[in-house]
């Protein structure tokens, strides 16, 4: 909450507003960052009261191989929706990446990341 306040805060007046994703850590994961899948509610809520912030749904990045956790991802999507103060507005699905998109796409994803498909994997070598 405290990063949306800041964006929104951060906004000129002629600016429109910000189209941002919540990330969830949807599995649990300690690498990961992201609320709990249970506290997405109260922050969606909190969120849609900012001015200078249009919120558009989630973003998600589970643990490799993790299919069950897009399926997991879409049910809180489309619950958030159906209790959504602007549900038009909440159309974005983010999760997938190029080793998982095609289930990640089954799952109901709008929004995959494919990086590594187009540029190849990274070169962590050279980082100390």
């Known amino acids: 909450l405290i990063i949306a306040e800041r964006l929104s805060n951060q906004r000129l007046e002629n600016q429109k507003p910000l ?3 919540i990330q969830i ?4 994961q300690n690498s990961k960052d992201g609320c709990q899948p249970n506290e997405v509610l109260e922050l969606v809520h909190q969120i849609s009261q900012l001015p ?3 919120l558009r749904g989630l973003m998600v990045i589970p ?3 993790n299919y069950a956790a897009f399926i997991d991802a879409k049910a809180l999507f489309d619950e958030v929706k159906s209790q959504h103060a602007q549900p038009q507005d909440w159309d974005t699905l983010s999760m ?3 080793a998982d998109l095609e289930a990640a796409i089954a799952a109901g994803s709008t929004m995959v990341r494919v990086g590594t498909a187009l540029f ?5 070598s050279n980082i100390p």
């Open 19 to 21: 189209n941002i994703c």
């Open 25 to 28: 850590n949807i599995d649990g």
């Open 52 to 54: 200078n912030i249009r």
């Open 63 to 65: 643990a490799p191989e």
């Open 96 to 98: 997938g990446m190029s």
């Open 120 to 124: 190849g994997a990274r070169d962590y």
